[in-house]
């Protein structure tokens, strides 16, 4: 299940991303990782739009574009951070609305 998310786009904003790389340092937090690109990979491979997130303890509260509220644990190795690397998501929310720029960008970071 690779990305399959929507990429082409006559969005002038979307192809202006889709030309530059973004990194991001694979070792950094996954709460840091989804502060910065704010993109959620859910289980059933939809992206949702991150709207807020915050830390509590151990674990992390998001808010989606689509009025979910996540609440997962920080794990070091977690799903969500393995998915975000790899890129996995069948297809973007239609709630959340996620501009096509922002998934432009997503496709174009690279965690290294
Ligand atoms: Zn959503």
Known sequence: MALKVAM?????????????MRY???RRPIFKILEKIKLWPSRSGILHGIKTIVKEGNCMIMETHCHEVIKVRISKNSRAARWLRNK????ACSGCR???WKIAKFANTLFK
């Not at 082409?8 to 030309?19: L, P, S």
């Open 98 to 100: 996620i501009p096509a």
């Open 8 to 20: 082409k786009t006559d969005d002038a904003a979307a192809k202006k991303e889709q030309k530059k």
């Open 24 to 26: 991001i340092q694979k």
């Open 88 to 91: 996995w998501a069948e297809r």
